[in-house]
């Protein structure tokens, strides 16, 4: 059986804490002997902390992390907009008095180009940041949200659509502060994040194939608040007071996707996951002082949601 942590309170951080608790042996055996330890927060948005991972969230898994690892840890990410403004305006920075760490701009990182689809599907190329590929260990941190493309977005889509490249057409501080917004929201030479939506298969097929190269090694949830309607961005919060932990991504995706009143096999991504894994509900043990049928919610969907469906019907 594959164990997921399922812990309710009144705390983030302490949820947290407490569900990586419950399976500290297998974190403590992923993270043993890892040299290149990564923690993916999500920050779609710089500026919008209810839509992007919360300090207190972060401070939790680096503090229950440390205790196995003594190795520099990477925070990386890359923002829809701009990623050193995120690490900024959440605070991240602050960490840096503490815990020995590294933050990375996944936009402007090396990459290499996998081979995905196009809304024809045929071949597209997507470059996926070095930092990612090469890491040996990565942790993903985020929050359960409601999608405008892909239905909804737990911890495998943060990590592979975070790792895909977005090259600007200038560099990242430039004098002229309304010049400055303009082009780093607008102008890039190459995007690979919106690149990646080519409709409600395509998108799904593409999360597929980029998870098949960089599947987390293990997944945190932040579900203290949980966003409903218009996400990734705009939507509204919920609040669940709820934490989830696995050494086992996929398993992580399906019981928050669950929580938010979803059929995992509804969510296109998760449903290639769940067939080349040859993962079910049942083969999920919970763990924790809750379950998922005294905490599952019906959250409202993003109004695209007719469209995102289709990807049953092409």
């Not at 009144?10 to 992923?30: D, F, G, P, V, W």
């Not at 927060?41 to 919360?54: G, I, K, L």
């Not at 932040?222 to 961005?233: C, K, L, T, V, W």
């Amino acid at each position: 059986m594959v164990k997921v942590a399922l812990v309710k309170g009144n705390s983030r951080y302490k949820n947290i804490i407490n569900s990586m608790n419950l399976i500290k042996q297998y974190i403590e055996r992923t993270i043993k002997n890892r040299s290149k330890i990564v923690i993916k927060p999500n920050c779609v948005s710089d500026s919008n902390q209810n839509a992007s991972t919360h300090l207190d969230a972060l401070k939790a898994v680096l503090e229950f992390i440390t205790q196995y690892t003594n190795k520099k840890i990477t925070i990386a990410e890359g923002s829809a907009y701009q990623t050193k403004t995120a690490f900024k305006n959440f605070n991240y920075y602050s960490l840096k008095e503490n815990y020995n760490l590294n933050f990375i701009d996944l936009n402007s990182d090396k990459f290499e180009e996998i081979s995905c689809y196009d809304k024809n599907f045929r071949s597209l190329k997507l470059g996926i940041a070095k930092t990612m590929l090469n890491a040996d260990c990565i942790i993903s941190l985020t929050l359960p949200k409601t999608h405008d493309s892909a239905i909804a977005t737990f911890g495998i889509k943060n990590v592979a659509v975070g790792s895909l490249i977005k090259k600007t057409l200038f560099p990242y501080r430039i004098p002229v502060r309304l010049l400055r917004k303009i082009v780093n929201r607008v102008a890039s030479i190459r995007n690979d994040k919106t690149k990646i939506h080519q409709g409600p298969k395509a998108i799904n097929k593409n999360i597929f194939e980029i998870y098949k190269k960089i599947k987390p090694d293990i997944s945190i949830i932040d579900a203290f608040y949980a966003m409903e309607g218009n996400g990734p961005i705009d939507g509204s919060l919920v609040k669940m007071k709820l934490a989830i932990s696995s050494t086992n991504a996929l398993a992580a995706d399906m019981v928050a996707c669950k929580l938010i009143g979803l059929n995992p096999e509804d969510v296109g991504y998760l449903y290639y996951c769940m067939k080349y894994e040859n993962l079910k509900m049942d083969d999920i043990k919970i763990l924790g002082n809750t379950t998922i049928e005294n905490e599952k919610k019906k959250f409202k969907l993003h109004v695209t949601f007719p469209e995102q469906i289709k990807w049953k019907l092409i």
